[in-house]
């Protein structure tokens, strides 16, 4: 899942200061399952920007809503056709910066500002506690690595062992939280008995599928193909 913060609440306040109707929006996956961006995020906002506004003696309406997804057109039509009904201008959105960047593309003149820090792709690996496993890199080696990421879960995204400072399986730039992912692979390829497989120099990262070729895309041709139909 993708894990975001929230942003300070005086920065995203300084966002408004020239606006007069506001919708703060919520969504209803990703930062509502790490405690960022869902409901109860986004009436909490939209209720501490409505009393510092009354506070300063400005007259700002502030509206909430939530979505169950912002990265989806059919979730984010009704919210285009409430802003354009009642004359909001300016939204804020808590979704990660996909959702910013999916209802900047689609509102027209209306500005769209960031309520949270989009941070990692992560998993929740306790109660209250993500810790980000993956990269989004797009070219995946996890098969080398008994299904462990050293390029998320190393600080210095080493491909072939540890580096010096790793110690009793800790990492040294946090030796008290992170383990040492090297440490975590070779335990793992011990437990799948593929130990001699560690001998293989993993070749130089690729990074071209995420860094060349402009804006990334994804298509599914026969879903791609049957909404084409639909629209003609």
Not at 33 to 38: A, E, M
Not at 98 to 121: E, Q, W
Not at 198 to 225: F, Q, S
């Amino acid at each position: 899942m993708i894990v975001a913060d929230p942003k300070p609440f005086q920065e995203v306040r300084g966002f408004l200061e020239n606006y007069r109707k506001i919708l703060i929006l919520g969504c209803g996956t990703c930062v509502t399952v790490c405690l960022s961006g869902g409901e109860a995020q986004a009436e909490l906002l939209a209720s501490g920007l409505r009393i510092a506004f009354k506070k300063d003696g400005k007259e700002v309406t502030v509206l909430e809503d939530t979505v169950q997804r912002q990265c989806e057109q059919e979730f984010v039509t009704p919210v285009l056709e409430r802003v354009k009904k009642e004359g909001i201008d300016a939204v804020v959105t808590l979704a990660c910066g996909v959702g910013v960047n999916f209802l900047s593309d689609r509102i027209g003149a209306v500005p769209v500002f960031p309520g949270v820090n989009t941070t990692f792709y992560g998993g929740n690996v306790e109660a209250g506690l993500w810790s980000e496993m993956c990269a989004g890199c797009g070219e995946c080696i996890t098969y080398l690595t008994g299904g462990i990421c050293p390029i998320a879960r190393c600080s210095k995204h080493l491909l072939n062992g540890p580096c010096g400072g790793s110690e009793k399986g800790m990492c040294e730039v946090d030796p008290k939280n992170t383990e040492c992912v090297w440490q975590l692979i070779y335990d793992r390829m011990k437990l799948l008995g593929r130990l001699d497989e560690m001998r293989n120099l993993l070749p130089m990262k690729d990074w071209r599928p995420a860094m060349d070729g402009g804006v990334r895309r994804t298509v599914r041709e026969h879903i791609y193909r049957l909404s084409y139909k639909s629209q003609t």
